[in-house]
């Protein structure tokens, strides 16, 4: 079974630009998570989606946004990019959301803004 | 909001001794907790999960340890291997809700 799959996996972009990042979940699993890790601050949660719906959002600008298809597939957007968007994003899925769930990760999409 | 809190930045342990990792929460709403392992330029893994019901699980070399009272969890690792090394972070959950996930602690198993 292939697990969560991200692309890509390195990228870099200049203050102001937009990116867009990918996740394709396992197969079979619905809910699909974004999180940004940066140093020191942990796994920051920024938001789930449940069939092509945002179910919770964590407390990010605006800026964040993003969308699932009815593959489940989901895609994240962060735009006027700022130097302290730099971080690893991460991408997990599980069959749902909430207590008893375990959620699986991707490698991550490393982003450099400069 | 920090509701999930891992308190100790770093740790060093001798192989072959125990590691003890350590996570507390606020919110009383969590009823599921799960520890993830991350190696560098690598997502996290999942390791162990406790369900509030339980107090303890264990699966091979590793045991977590839930306090509900103290809204505290641990996670044993025995015996700590090298390869053990790694940045583990603790998570918690609600129903029907998001996971919110420590900032981490690094954990280095000296041979």
């Known amino acids: 079974k292939a697990g969560v799959t991200q692309t890509p996996r390195y990228l870099i972009k200049t203050r102001g630009q937009q990116v867009t990042l990918s996740c394709s979940p396992i197969s079979g699993h619905r809910s699909v998570s974004w999180y940004q890790q940066t140093p020191g601050q942990g796994l920051q949660f920024l938001f789930e989606y449940f069939s092509e719906t945002q179910r919770n959002k964590g407390n990010f600008p605006g800026r964040f946004s993003g969308r699932q298809f009815s593959n489940s597939r989901s895609e994240m957007n962060v735009s006027t990019l700022e130097l302290g968007d730099s971080a690893l994003y991460l991408c997990?899925?599980?069959?749902?959301?909430?207590?008893?769930?375990?959620?699986?990760f991707g490698e991550g999409s490393w982003l450099t803004v400069v | 909001d920090q509701q999930v809190k891992q308190n100790s930045p770093s740790l060093s342990v001798q192989e072959g001794r125990i590691s003890i990792l350590n996570c507390d929460y606020t919110?009383?709403?969590?009823?599921?907790f799960l520890w993830y392992k991350k190696y560098p330029a690598e997502g996290p893994t999942f390791l162990i999960s406790i369900s509030s019901i339980k107090d303890k699980n264990e699966d091979g070399r590793f045991t977590v340890f839930l306090n509900k009272s103290a809204k505290h969890l641990s996670l044993h690792i025995v015996p700590s291997q090298p390869g053990d090394s790694a940045v583990y972070f603790c998570a918690a959950s609600a129903n029907n809700n998001d996971m919110r996930f420590g900032a981490g602690t690094r954990l280095t198993v000296k041979p």
């Open positions: 997990a899925s599980s069959l749902d959301a909430g207590s008893g769930n375990t959620i699986y």
């Open positions: 919110n009383s709403m969590f009823d599921y």
